[in-house]
């Protein structure tokens, strides 16, 4: 531990969190409409951003958790089934993601002895595999502790990578990154520093710099990162003001703020349609935010990942392509399709009317209460009752006259959820 960091944080950023605990969140199941319009989306291809090739052997993709509730996408396509009276002459519509992809299911924010967590890096990926179960876990320290007590860049980020590309094979994915959090704003009530929002950057070698006050300067040196994928780390946890200026746009990092974490004390269901209303192109995660040896077994949170490859760019690939979903069943499953074809993080254009289907599983054959499909405005477009069956599926014929997105919710017998990641399309 460094406990440097307490003093600075006492001394120059008194209300900077520096860490956000292990919660759980429960999800409003209110339908009110959010105060805000649906932005329009802009055409940016985000489909194939990749860097570096990985190290690690991917042919093995019967490695981790196989479920059965994914349903086989072999099959043929009924054209006239999954386009109805579909007034478009391109097919598949541009911007559609294809693919045949399996699932795997993740921790993307958690801490070691490195920040204000416990152990250390190895320690934390032997057991998040072990004893937690996780095919993918991602040890994310807080960036301000990465640092030497004069400023200077300790060993302790390249030593965690060097850790991570070790252990990982065909069965699991290690990997670091770290978590930006010493962005605050001056409460007009209290006088008080308020934090403004933590996020996760992942799969870049080098440290942001220790201090960004201003969370726009953090936004601009995410712009410059072309390795780097960003997360929003638990919304609101401590306040509404840590939602990084009510998740003002920055379109330059549209691409690249990927992910949306589901996990924490705030309003994270409302939060993820405000963030979407104002143009972010985001796929939620779950994560545990562990900050005690229990990487895995804090909860059953888990981020659930559709992958052709498992390896270090077919998670990248998948984070920027959209193709996540958050889960508080550590097996459960859910996904969001257009036409059958077209994987939920598509951006579609010169559609007009298109087959919404929506599939949820659970491995342990748990039973579903039901699914439920959402526009932007958090306005129930459709519903379905699933009997308590351990598979589920909505279809719904979707018409589009106005820029939109949409996405998917599963609610289990027990209360458990799962939330799909959006669709998104311009007519």
């Known amino acids: 531990m460094k406990f440097f960091f307490f003093a600075l944080c006492a001394v120059v950023f008194t209300a900077v969190s520096c860490s956000s605990g292990d919660s759980n969140n429960g999800i409003d199941d209110s ?53 109805p009276d579909e007034d478009s002459t391109v097919w598949p519509p541009a911007g559609c993601i294809q693919g045949d992809y399996f699932v795997r299911f993740g921790n993307f924010h958690a801490h070691t002895g490195n920040s204000d967590g416990e152990e250390n890096p190895e320690v934390a990926f032997n057991y998040g595999r072990d004893t937690g179960g996780l095919d993918i876990l991602a040890v994310t320290d807080h960036l301000e502790q990465l640092y030497t007590l004069y400023g200077m860049a300790d060993d302790d980020l390249p030593d965690c990578i060097a850790m991570a590309e070790s252990l990982s094979d065909q069965g699991f994915l290690a990997l670091c990154g770290y978590e930006y959090g010493s962005g605050f704003e001056v409460s007009i009530e209290t006088g008080l520093n308020i934090s403004t929002g933590h996020s996760n950057i992942f799969f870049y070698e080098k440290l942001f710099p220790m201090v960004q006050l201003d969370f726009m300067d953090y936004y601009k040196t995410i712009e410059t990162c072309f390795e780097c994928v960003a997360q929003f780390n638990h919304p609101g946890d401590e306040s509404l003001k840590q939602t990084f200026g009510e998740f003002e746009p920055y379109t330059p990092i549209f691409n690249k703020m990927a992910l949306y974490e589901f996990n924490g004390n705030g309003e994270v269901w409302d939060l993820y349609f405000t963030a979407l209303s104002k143009g972010w192109y985001l796929s939620p ?8 040896a229990n990487w895995g077994t804090a909860n059953d949170n888990r981020t659930g990942v559709y992958m052709d490859d498992f390896s270090m760019t077919g998670l990248k690939n998948a984070f920027l392509q959209r193709r996540t979903f958050a889960t508080s069943d550590k097996n459960a499953t859910i996904k969001l399709m257009a036409g059958d074809i077209c994987w939920m993080g598509s951006q579609l254009s010169g559609v007009k009317k298109i087959k919404i289907s929506v599939d949820a599983g659970d491995a342990d054959n748990e039973g579903f209460q039901k699914i439920e499909l959402f526009d932007g405005m958090k306005n129930i477009l459709a519903q379905k009752d699933c009997e308590d069956k351990p598979v589920c599926r909505l279809e719904y014929d979707l018409e589009i006259k106005f820029p939109m997105h949409i996405l998917a919710r599963s609610t289990q017998t027990d209360g458990q959820f799962s939330v799909s990641s959006p669709l998104w399309f311009i007519p």
Do not use: F, K
């Open 285 to 292: 995660t779950y994560n545990q935010d562990n900050h005690s």
């Open 31 to 83: 339908s009110d409409d959010i105060d805000s319009t649906d932005g329009a989306v802009e055409d940016r291809d985000i489909a194939d951003e990749t860097d570096e090739e990985a190290d690690i052997d991917s042919s093995d993709e019967d490695a981790g958790t196989d479920l059965d509730a994914v349903p086989d996408e072999d099959s043929v396509v009924d054209l006239d089934d999954a386009v």
